[in-house]
């Protein structure tokens, strides 16, 4: 019933006053709540782009409600989106539930006709971005970071499922044609060209925007990642993996918020990760009071983003090695010792062009997030515009080279240095 009139004429709008007296209604949220509704605490706390997100409280606990709106929270009525991305972010937490168990929050109910997920509230966990932001460390997080990535992307995959099922999974998600409509725009288009709702800090980034509004080999770049992002439906994909998506204890590491999820290319998601961490480690600078005093922070954030890396390429090979059950690879066509042998060396090619691919859409990840509509709060809490200017340019000089150089960056060593080059550089305008 996606987009139906019938799904348009259940759907209400919940607010903050009505939202304990729906979950009165729902057993597993009365239960985790505990006492009576009239004495269940409930605020509205979305900070993201899209959606309305309550905490509820009770005596015994609490629970997060996620419910979409039928338009871009971030932007307006005037840019209506479909509610049916619920329907997509159910499906996806449910199945990544299975492939990454503890890695998720868990579900307790899905309103298909309200649009809404009643999730367990995660506590005493904050947005990743935030903490990283407050040079929190996080010692779990590279290797859960990495867990997740390789068991949802590889057993999503055609190394691990069989042509039907893949297919047939592929189906699943198509429908959600309008949030990959808004990464094809916001990500891919818009930041290289004269787009009305893109923004950057003015005066200072003006020339560096009208470069990249003119550098054609910018533009060769970033379109052969749209065509890949539009094409090659490799692996069920998170679609939106950055750190405001992923919420930290020093103890636990829950991934949220799959909305965009759909069959997509795998670097997609490595290289949203990637550049996330980038981006926080070229905004440090701008967030010191005295010089100098972030840059333990800062290593720490270059040495998640290589044990991220390194541990995924890892995880996913082991994997590869034994749970090949898909139909890529036939194991007839690499018999004995020396079959495996070939079929050993194949797959760290495999992991190669997949790292170019995480290279390049890590370049176009922060493009997006300087240049574009969607800002994020490494950059923008840096209240000193110049000062902001200086780490975006910075990530900006960063990302270029990335996207435009991706085959010359073979591992994540050779992007961390030359992330710590660009975190040296003095754009003229300070
Ligand atoms: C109009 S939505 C802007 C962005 O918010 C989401 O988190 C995605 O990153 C999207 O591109
Ligand atoms: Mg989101």
Known sequence: MKGSRQEADSYRRLSQADLATYLAAVPSARKRLGGESSGWSVREVGDGNLNLVFIAKGPKGGVAVKQALPFVRLVGESWPLPLSRVDYEHLALTQQAQLAPGLVPEVLHFDEAMKLIVMELLEPHIILRRGLIAGTRYPRLAEDLAVFLARTLFFTSDLALQAAEKKERIAAFAGNHALCKITEDLIFTDPYR????????????????????????????????????????????????????????????????????FYGP??????????????????????????????????????????????????????????????????????????????????????????????GFAGAKIVRRILGLAHNIDFEWIEDKARRATCEARALRLARELLVNASSFTSIEAVIAAARVAAWWKPGFT
């Open 266 to 359: 795998m670097g997609f998601d490595v290289g949203a990760l990637i550049a996330n961490f980038l981006m926080n480690f070229l905004a440090n600078e701008g967030h010191e009071k005295n010089q100098g005093e972030r840059e333990d922070h800062g290593e720490w954030v270059l040495e998640t983003t290589q044990e991220i890396c390194r541990r995924f390429r890892a995880k996913f090979l082991e994997l590869w090695r034994s749970h090949a059950k898909g139909d890529a690879y036939p194991t007839c066509l690499f018999p004995g010792a020396l079959g495996e042998a070939r079929l050993d060396i194949e797959r760290q090619h495999y992991m190669d062009r997949l790292f170019q691919d995480t290279v």
């Open 194 to 261: 004269l787009a009305e709702q893109n923004r950057w800090t003015e005066p200072y980034l003006n020339s560096i925007a009208e470069g990249f509004r003119a550098d054609l080999d910018l533009h060769v770049a970033i379109s052969r990642l749209k065509l890949k992002f539009l094409s090659s439906a490799e692996a069920m994909i998170h679609g939106d993996l950055h750190t405001g998506s992923v919420m930290v204890t020093p103890d636990d590491t829950r991934v949220i918020d799959p909305e965009f999820a």
